[in-house]
Protein backbone atom coordinates (compact mmCIF):
# COMPACT_ATOMS: atom_id res chain seq x y z
CA UNK A 1 0.00 0.00 0.00
CA UNK A 2 3.16 2.12 0.06
CA UNK A 3 6.19 2.71 -2.82
CA UNK A 4 8.47 0.49 -2.33
CA UNK A 5 11.87 1.73 -0.81
CA UNK A 6 13.42 1.23 -4.54
CA UNK A 7 10.17 3.38 -6.28
CA UNK A 8 10.72 5.73 -3.49
CA UNK A 9 14.44 5.99 -4.28
CA UNK A 10 13.42 6.38 -8.36
CA UNK A 11 11.15 9.32 -7.06
CA UNK A 12 13.89 10.96 -4.84
CA UNK A 13 16.35 10.29 -7.63
CA UNK A 14 13.85 12.54 -9.91
CA UNK A 15 13.31 14.65 -7.35
CA UNK A 16 17.05 15.64 -7.37
CA UNK A 17 17.43 17.16 -11.08
CA UNK A 18 13.83 18.93 -10.64
CA UNK A 19 14.13 20.37 -7.38
CA UNK A 20 15.71 24.29 -7.22
CA UNK A 21 16.64 25.30 -3.37
CA UNK A 22 14.81 28.53 -2.76
CA UNK A 23 17.30 32.14 -2.21
CA UNK A 24 18.51 32.53 1.00
CA UNK A 25 16.65 34.54 3.17
CA UNK A 26 16.87 36.80 6.31
CA UNK A 27 14.20 34.78 8.18
CA UNK A 28 15.30 31.30 7.48
CA UNK A 29 16.02 28.99 10.05
CA UNK A 30 19.13 26.71 10.03
CA UNK A 31 21.39 25.61 12.89
CA UNK A 32 18.55 24.36 15.40
CA UNK A 33 16.97 27.52 15.40
CA UNK A 34 13.13 28.35 13.52
CA UNK A 35 11.97 31.86 13.90
CA UNK A 36 8.16 33.06 13.84
CA UNK A 37 5.85 32.30 10.56
CA UNK A 38 7.40 28.71 9.98
CA UNK A 39 7.42 24.89 10.47
CA UNK A 40 10.77 23.25 10.77
CA UNK A 41 11.85 20.21 9.87
CA UNK A 42 15.04 18.15 9.99
CA UNK A 43 16.87 15.55 9.32
CA UNK A 44 18.73 14.60 12.63
CA UNK A 45 17.55 14.16 16.04
CA UNK A 46 17.80 17.10 18.54
CA UNK A 47 17.59 19.91 16.05
CA UNK A 48 20.68 18.56 14.14
CA UNK A 49 22.40 19.74 16.87
CA UNK A 50 25.85 17.97 17.00
CA UNK A 51 25.26 16.48 13.23
CA UNK A 52 24.99 17.35 9.92
CA UNK A 53 22.70 20.35 9.42
CA UNK A 54 20.49 19.37 6.85
CA UNK A 55 16.80 21.14 7.50
CA UNK A 56 14.04 23.18 5.72
CA UNK A 57 11.25 25.39 7.12
CA UNK A 58 7.95 25.45 5.56
CA UNK A 59 5.43 28.15 5.45
CA UNK A 60 2.31 26.24 3.76
CA UNK A 61 1.30 22.90 3.18
CA UNK A 62 3.31 20.10 0.92
CA UNK A 63 1.45 17.38 0.24
CA UNK A 64 4.50 15.39 -1.35
CA UNK A 65 7.97 16.08 0.31
CA UNK A 66 9.49 13.45 -1.88
CA UNK A 67 9.82 16.36 -4.37
CA UNK A 68 11.28 18.81 -2.01
CA UNK A 69 15.09 18.37 -1.19
CA UNK A 70 17.14 19.44 2.29
CA UNK A 71 19.15 22.89 2.69
CA UNK A 72 22.74 22.25 3.98
CA UNK A 73 23.33 25.20 6.83
CA UNK A 74 24.32 27.92 4.27
CA UNK A 75 20.96 27.23 2.75
CA UNK A 76 22.90 25.31 -0.16
CA UNK A 77 20.67 22.43 -1.89
CA UNK A 78 21.90 19.12 -0.23
CA UNK A 79 20.35 17.60 -3.32
CA UNK A 80 18.98 14.88 -0.51
CA UNK A 81 15.14 14.08 -0.36
CA UNK A 82 13.30 15.14 2.47
CA UNK A 83 10.83 11.53 2.16
CA UNK A 84 10.85 9.77 5.12
CA UNK A 85 13.83 11.24 6.49
CA UNK A 86 12.61 13.65 8.88
CA UNK A 87 13.42 13.09 12.66
CA UNK A 88 12.87 16.60 14.35
CA UNK A 89 10.19 19.50 14.13
CA UNK A 90 9.76 22.81 15.56
CA UNK A 91 6.38 24.45 14.81
CA UNK A 92 7.17 28.20 14.90
CA UNK A 93 3.96 28.94 12.31
CA UNK A 94 1.31 30.04 14.68
CA UNK A 95 -1.51 27.42 14.53
CA UNK A 96 -1.23 23.99 14.58
CA UNK A 97 0.71 21.82 11.85
CA UNK A 98 0.78 18.14 11.17
CA UNK A 99 3.11 15.56 9.70
CA UNK A 100 1.82 12.74 7.64
CA UNK A 101 3.11 9.56 7.17
CA UNK A 102 1.86 9.24 3.73
CA UNK A 103 1.88 11.71 0.63
CA UNK A 104 -1.26 13.82 0.17
CA UNK A 105 -1.67 14.09 4.22
CA UNK A 106 -3.20 10.35 4.67
CA UNK A 107 -1.42 8.03 7.31
CA UNK A 108 -0.68 8.15 10.25
CA UNK A 109 -0.20 11.75 11.52
CA UNK A 110 1.28 13.81 14.64
CA UNK A 111 0.04 16.97 15.43
CA UNK A 112 1.70 19.93 16.78
CA UNK A 113 0.55 22.91 18.37
CA UNK A 114 2.24 26.02 17.46
CA UNK A 115 5.33 26.67 19.99
CA UNK A 116 5.63 23.42 20.68
CA UNK A 117 8.99 20.62 19.46
CA UNK A 118 9.80 16.87 19.35
CA UNK A 119 13.57 16.48 18.82
CA UNK A 120 12.89 12.53 18.26
CA UNK A 121 10.78 11.51 15.57
CA UNK A 122 9.81 8.06 15.68
CA UNK A 123 12.52 6.25 13.20
CA UNK A 124 12.25 3.05 11.67
CA UNK A 125 14.51 -0.34 12.02
CA UNK A 126 17.05 1.77 8.74
CA UNK A 127 16.94 5.37 10.85
CA UNK A 128 14.45 6.96 8.69
CA UNK A 129 11.49 8.66 9.50
CA UNK A 130 8.14 7.94 8.05
CA UNK A 131 7.04 12.18 7.11
CA UNK A 132 5.96 12.75 3.56
CA UNK A 133 3.45 15.30 4.11
CA UNK A 134 3.16 18.08 6.19
CA UNK A 135 0.04 20.15 6.74
CA UNK A 136 -0.41 23.84 8.15
CA UNK A 137 -3.78 24.64 9.51
CA UNK A 138 -3.78 28.08 9.11
CA UNK A 139 -2.33 28.08 5.48
CA UNK B 1 -13.84 12.77 28.81
CA UNK B 2 -12.85 16.58 30.23
CA UNK B 3 -9.76 17.10 31.69
CA UNK B 4 -10.60 16.82 35.74
CA UNK B 5 -9.47 19.23 38.12
CA UNK B 6 -6.87 17.40 39.98
CA UNK B 7 -5.09 18.09 36.34
CA UNK B 8 -4.95 14.16 35.71
CA UNK B 9 -5.35 13.05 32.33
CA UNK B 10 -8.75 12.58 30.75
CA UNK B 11 -7.85 9.77 28.64
CA UNK B 12 -10.02 8.84 25.56
CA UNK B 13 -11.31 5.10 26.21
CA UNK B 14 -10.94 2.47 24.45
CA UNK B 15 -13.23 0.28 23.54
CA UNK B 16 -15.71 3.46 23.18
CA UNK B 17 -17.65 2.52 26.71
CA UNK B 18 -20.75 3.82 25.35
CA UNK B 19 -21.67 1.14 22.69
CA UNK B 20 -20.27 2.93 20.28
CA UNK B 21 -17.77 -0.13 19.69
CA UNK B 22 -21.17 -2.28 18.37
CA UNK B 23 -22.87 0.10 16.33
CA UNK B 24 -19.25 0.98 14.86
CA UNK B 25 -18.87 -2.71 14.15
CA UNK B 26 -22.78 -3.02 13.26
CA UNK B 27 -22.00 0.36 10.93
CA UNK B 28 -18.83 -1.02 9.34
CA UNK B 29 -20.74 -4.60 8.66
CA UNK B 30 -23.62 -3.46 7.15
CA UNK B 31 -21.59 -1.15 4.55
CA UNK B 32 -19.39 -4.29 4.14
CA UNK B 33 -21.84 -6.60 3.43
CA UNK B 34 -22.61 -6.09 -0.10
CA UNK B 35 -19.36 -6.56 -1.01
CA UNK B 36 -18.88 -9.58 1.17
CA UNK B 37 -21.92 -11.08 -0.60
CA UNK B 38 -20.64 -11.21 -3.69
CA UNK B 39 -16.89 -10.46 -3.14
CA UNK B 40 -15.98 -11.85 -6.64
CA UNK B 41 -18.48 -9.01 -8.35
CA UNK B 42 -17.76 -5.69 -8.70
CA UNK B 43 -19.22 -3.83 -5.62
CA UNK B 44 -21.62 -1.34 -6.39
CA UNK B 45 -21.07 2.48 -5.03
CA UNK B 46 -22.31 2.62 -1.29
CA UNK B 47 -25.40 4.98 0.07
CA UNK B 48 -23.86 8.26 1.27
CA UNK B 49 -25.85 7.64 4.83
CA UNK B 50 -22.75 5.19 5.89
CA UNK B 51 -19.83 8.35 6.58
CA UNK B 52 -22.00 8.25 10.14
CA UNK B 53 -19.42 5.44 10.82
CA UNK B 54 -16.55 7.94 9.85
CA UNK B 55 -16.46 9.93 13.31
CA UNK B 56 -15.85 6.67 15.16
CA UNK B 57 -12.94 5.14 13.68
CA UNK B 58 -11.34 5.27 17.12
CA UNK B 59 -8.75 2.54 17.76
CA UNK B 60 -6.77 1.55 20.48
CA UNK B 61 -3.84 3.96 20.77
CA UNK B 62 -5.93 6.40 20.57
CA UNK B 63 -6.25 6.12 24.63
CA UNK B 64 -3.05 6.97 24.99
CA UNK B 65 -2.77 10.14 22.74
CA UNK B 66 -3.76 13.38 23.95
CA UNK B 67 -6.99 14.80 23.29
CA UNK B 68 -7.33 18.56 21.96
CA UNK B 69 -8.46 19.48 25.29
CA UNK B 70 -4.99 18.07 26.88
CA UNK B 71 -3.03 19.74 23.86
CA UNK B 72 -4.56 22.89 24.78
CA UNK B 73 -3.72 22.40 28.74
CA UNK B 74 -0.18 21.37 27.69
CA UNK B 75 0.11 24.56 25.16
CA UNK B 76 -1.54 27.65 27.34
CA UNK B 77 1.27 26.47 30.12
CA UNK B 78 4.01 26.24 27.52
CA UNK B 79 2.84 30.04 27.04
CA UNK B 80 2.89 30.96 30.47
CA UNK B 81 6.28 29.35 30.89
CA UNK B 82 7.66 31.12 28.26
CA UNK B 83 6.45 34.74 28.77
CA UNK B 84 7.95 33.89 32.17
CA UNK B 85 11.10 33.15 31.07
CA UNK B 86 11.21 36.40 28.27
CA UNK B 87 10.57 38.43 31.33
CA UNK B 88 13.29 37.08 33.18
CA UNK B 89 15.21 38.56 30.13
CA UNK B 90 13.90 41.81 30.14
CA UNK B 91 11.67 41.17 27.09
CA UNK B 92 7.93 40.84 27.28
CA UNK B 93 5.75 38.51 24.88
CA UNK B 94 2.33 37.59 24.45
CA UNK B 95 2.18 34.61 22.61
CA UNK B 96 -1.35 33.58 21.89
CA UNK B 97 -3.65 31.34 23.78
CA UNK B 98 -4.42 28.02 22.65
CA UNK B 99 -8.12 26.76 22.36
CA UNK B 100 -9.58 23.55 22.95
CA UNK B 101 -12.80 23.82 20.05
CA UNK B 102 -10.54 25.47 17.46
CA UNK B 103 -7.88 22.58 17.94
CA UNK B 104 -10.96 19.88 18.13
CA UNK B 105 -12.51 22.10 15.18
CA UNK B 106 -9.73 21.13 12.70
CA UNK B 107 -7.91 17.73 13.60
CA UNK B 108 -8.62 15.43 11.22
CA UNK B 109 -8.26 12.91 13.85
CA UNK B 110 -7.92 8.84 11.70
CA UNK B 111 -10.14 10.62 9.17
CA UNK B 112 -7.36 10.12 6.41
CA UNK B 113 -5.61 6.96 8.19
CA UNK B 114 -6.70 5.01 5.85
CA UNK B 115 -6.73 6.97 2.34
CA UNK B 116 -9.82 9.76 2.41
CA UNK B 117 -12.91 7.94 3.43
CA UNK B 118 -15.15 10.64 3.93
CA UNK B 119 -17.56 10.88 1.21
CA UNK B 120 -19.05 13.96 2.05
CA UNK B 121 -15.54 15.60 2.27
CA UNK B 122 -14.75 14.29 -0.80
CA UNK B 123 -17.66 15.76 -2.51
CA UNK B 124 -17.04 19.24 -1.47
CA UNK B 125 -13.16 19.08 -1.56
CA UNK B 126 -11.86 16.16 -3.49
CA UNK B 127 -8.69 15.06 -1.96
CA UNK B 128 -7.58 18.13 -0.78
CA UNK B 129 -7.92 18.88 3.09
CA UNK B 130 -11.22 19.24 4.23
CA UNK B 131 -10.53 21.92 7.25
CA UNK B 132 -11.66 25.53 8.29
CA UNK B 133 -9.16 27.95 8.23
CA UNK B 134 -7.68 28.33 11.52
CA UNK B 135 -6.09 31.81 12.79
CA UNK B 136 -2.85 32.99 11.67
CA UNK B 137 -1.09 34.16 14.79
CA UNK B 138 2.46 34.59 14.25
CA UNK B 139 1.75 38.53 12.76
CA UNK B 140 0.42 39.27 16.44
CA UNK B 141 3.19 38.28 18.13
CA UNK B 142 6.18 36.96 17.16
CA UNK B 143 7.06 38.46 13.22
CA UNK B 144 8.13 41.94 14.39
CA UNK B 145 10.41 41.24 17.54
CA UNK B 146 13.62 43.04 16.85
CA UNK B 147 16.15 40.66 16.38
CA UNK B 148 18.10 40.24 20.14
CA UNK B 149 14.44 39.60 21.23
CA UNK B 150 14.11 36.76 18.93
CA UNK B 151 17.36 35.22 19.36
CA UNK B 152 16.14 35.17 23.03
CA UNK B 153 13.17 33.65 22.07
CA UNK B 154 14.16 31.02 19.18
CA UNK B 155 17.74 30.31 20.58
CA UNK B 156 20.69 30.08 18.21
CA UNK B 157 22.89 27.43 17.71
CA UNK B 158 24.51 28.15 21.02
CA UNK B 159 22.02 28.33 23.45
CA UNK B 160 18.71 27.34 23.84
CA UNK B 161 15.99 30.04 23.58
CA UNK B 162 12.61 30.61 26.08
CA UNK B 163 10.45 28.23 23.72
CA UNK B 164 12.64 25.56 24.47
CA UNK B 165 13.48 26.19 28.40
CA UNK B 166 10.02 26.07 28.35
CA UNK B 167 9.61 22.61 27.22
CA UNK B 168 12.12 21.68 29.56
CA UNK B 169 10.20 22.88 32.71
CA UNK B 170 6.84 21.57 31.54
CA UNK B 171 8.75 18.01 31.58
CA UNK B 172 11.52 18.20 34.35
CA UNK B 173 10.31 15.25 36.44
CA UNK B 174 7.75 13.29 34.67
CA UNK B 175 8.38 9.65 34.35
CA UNK B 176 10.66 8.72 31.28
CA UNK B 177 8.34 7.90 28.27
CA UNK B 178 9.39 6.59 24.69
CA UNK B 179 6.57 8.78 22.85
CA UNK B 180 8.93 8.42 19.46
CA UNK B 181 8.28 5.03 19.99
CA UNK B 182 4.19 5.06 20.18
CA UNK B 183 4.51 6.91 16.83
CA UNK B 184 6.59 4.40 14.99
CA UNK B 185 3.79 1.61 16.40
CA UNK B 186 1.13 3.82 15.01
CA UNK B 187 2.60 3.70 11.50
CA UNK B 188 3.95 -0.06 11.58
CA UNK B 189 0.05 -1.56 12.90
CA UNK B 190 -1.12 0.88 9.37
CA UNK B 191 1.45 -0.72 6.88
CA UNK B 192 1.37 -4.10 8.40
CA UNK B 193 -2.79 -3.93 8.09
CA UNK B 194 -2.32 -3.26 4.54
CA UNK B 195 -0.30 -6.52 4.07
CA UNK B 196 -3.68 -8.74 5.82
CA UNK B 197 -5.22 -10.74 3.55
CA UNK B 198 -8.53 -9.39 3.99
CA UNK B 199 -6.85 -5.77 3.27
CA UNK B 200 -5.86 -7.07 -0.18
CA UNK B 201 -8.65 -8.96 -0.91
CA UNK B 202 -10.73 -5.62 -0.73
CA UNK B 203 -8.50 -3.14 -2.41
CA UNK B 204 -9.02 -6.04 -5.46
CA UNK B 205 -13.41 -4.73 -4.69
CA UNK B 206 -12.30 -2.03 -4.63
CA UNK B 207 -10.28 -1.88 -7.62
CA UNK B 208 -13.37 -3.08 -9.63
CA UNK B 209 -15.53 -0.95 -8.59
CA UNK B 210 -13.53 1.76 -9.47
CA UNK B 211 -13.71 0.72 -12.57
CA UNK B 212 -17.26 0.39 -12.87
CA UNK B 213 -17.19 3.80 -12.44
CA UNK B 214 -14.93 4.33 -15.10
CA UNK B 215 -11.47 4.72 -12.88
CA UNK B 216 -8.60 2.72 -13.49
CA UNK B 217 -5.97 3.06 -10.46
CA UNK B 218 -4.33 -0.04 -9.19
CA UNK B 219 -4.52 0.98 -6.02
CA UNK B 220 -6.30 3.95 -3.46
CA UNK B 221 -2.61 5.29 -2.96
CA UNK B 222 -2.57 5.95 -6.76
CA UNK B 223 -5.80 7.68 -7.04
CA UNK B 224 -4.88 10.74 -4.90
CA UNK B 225 -1.39 10.68 -6.44
CA UNK B 226 -2.80 11.52 -9.70
CA UNK B 227 -0.93 13.90 -11.35
CA UNK B 228 -4.24 15.65 -11.98
CA UNK B 229 -5.11 17.13 -8.76
CA UNK B 230 -1.98 18.98 -7.01
CA UNK B 231 -3.10 19.29 -3.32
CA UNK B 232 -0.86 21.91 -2.54
CA UNK B 233 -3.03 24.58 -4.25
CA UNK B 234 -6.31 25.40 -3.50
CA UNK B 235 -8.32 24.61 -6.57
CA UNK B 236 -10.28 21.56 -7.07
CA UNK B 237 -11.77 20.64 -10.14
CA UNK B 238 -14.99 19.05 -10.48
CA UNK B 239 -13.16 16.03 -11.71
CA UNK B 240 -11.25 15.22 -8.64
CA UNK B 241 -14.41 15.92 -6.93
CA UNK B 242 -16.00 13.12 -8.74
CA UNK B 243 -13.25 10.80 -8.50
CA UNK B 244 -12.64 11.26 -4.73
CA UNK B 245 -16.89 10.78 -4.32
CA UNK B 246 -15.94 7.43 -6.43
CA UNK B 247 -13.21 6.39 -4.37
CA UNK B 248 -14.69 7.45 -0.89
CA UNK B 249 -17.93 5.33 -2.00
CA UNK B 250 -15.83 2.16 -3.67
CA UNK B 251 -13.74 2.13 -0.18
CA UNK B 252 -16.87 1.71 2.05
CA UNK B 253 -18.56 -0.66 -0.13
CA UNK B 254 -15.94 -2.30 -1.18
CA UNK B 255 -14.89 -2.91 2.63
CA UNK B 256 -11.54 -2.05 2.78
CA UNK B 257 -11.82 0.25 5.49
CA UNK B 258 -13.87 -2.28 7.69
CA UNK B 259 -11.38 -4.89 6.20
CA UNK B 260 -7.90 -2.47 6.94
CA UNK B 261 -9.36 -0.71 10.12
CA UNK B 262 -9.89 -3.89 11.66
CA UNK B 263 -6.54 -5.95 10.95
CA UNK B 264 -5.31 -1.99 12.40
CA UNK B 265 -7.05 -2.20 15.67
CA UNK B 266 -6.23 -5.90 16.15
CA UNK B 267 -2.46 -5.27 15.53
CA UNK B 268 -2.50 -2.60 17.93
CA UNK B 269 -4.21 -4.46 20.93
CA UNK B 270 -1.47 -6.90 20.40
CA UNK B 271 1.20 -3.99 20.91
CA UNK B 272 -0.35 -2.58 23.95
CA UNK B 273 -0.90 -6.10 25.42
CA UNK B 274 2.38 -7.18 24.92
CA UNK B 275 4.24 -4.06 26.30
CA UNK B 276 2.37 -3.13 28.96
CA UNK B 277 5.28 -1.34 31.05
CA UNK B 278 5.63 0.87 27.71
CA UNK B 279 2.26 2.08 27.79
CA UNK B 280 1.94 2.45 31.83
CA UNK B 281 5.32 4.63 31.20
CA UNK B 282 3.42 6.71 28.16
CA UNK B 283 0.20 7.41 30.69
CA UNK B 284 2.08 8.31 33.66
CA UNK B 285 4.03 10.48 31.62
CA UNK B 286 1.27 12.41 29.91
CA UNK B 287 -0.25 12.75 33.39
CA UNK B 288 2.13 14.40 34.93
CA UNK B 289 2.70 16.95 32.64
CA UNK B 290 -0.88 17.48 32.79
CA UNK B 291 -0.97 17.82 36.29
CA UNK B 292 2.31 20.67 35.90
CA UNK B 293 0.18 21.97 33.27
CA UNK B 294 -2.88 22.62 35.28
CA UNK B 295 -1.39 23.71 38.47
CA UNK B 296 0.65 26.16 36.59
CA UNK B 297 -2.53 27.25 34.81
CA UNK B 298 -4.21 27.93 37.94
CA UNK B 299 -1.76 29.40 40.04
CA UNK B 300 -1.47 31.86 36.82
CA UNK B 301 -5.17 32.50 37.36
CA UNK B 302 -5.50 32.85 41.27
CA UNK B 303 -2.22 35.73 40.37
CA UNK B 304 0.47 33.69 41.83
CA UNK B 305 2.30 33.63 38.90
CA UNK B 306 3.35 35.48 36.27
Redesign the interface.
Same mark, same amino acid.
Given at each position: MRLSRKAAGIVAAAAMFTVVAPAATAVASPRSTCYGGRVCLYAGFDYNRGQIDHWRDFVKDDSNLADNNWLNWDFSNTWHSMDNETSSVRNRVGCSATLWQHPGYTGAHSTFTHNSNDGYLSNNAIGNNRTSAIDIWCR | MPLRNDGSAGFRAWPPETGRRGLLASTLLLVASAAACAADEPAPAAPDQDTSAMTQLVLPFDAYKTTPKQ??V??NA??HL?VQCMRERGSTVT??A /?DADA?AA???GNS =? =????TDIEAAKQYG?H +?A =?P??????? *?? *??K?PKPV =?HRL????ADR?C??RA?QALDKGARKAD??? +?? +?Q???T? /?QA *??DPT?KEA?RRWQSCMSQNGHSYP???AA??DSRWN +??EPEITEEEKQTATADTRCKWSSGLVLAWYGADAELQQDVIADNPGRFAALRANLKQRLKRASNLLAQHKSGEVG
Open positions: - | RALGHNVPP /EIVDP =R =RYGVY +L =RPSPDTTG *AW *AAL =RYGTAGLDTWPW +LS +LDSLL /E *AKVVSPEIA +LD
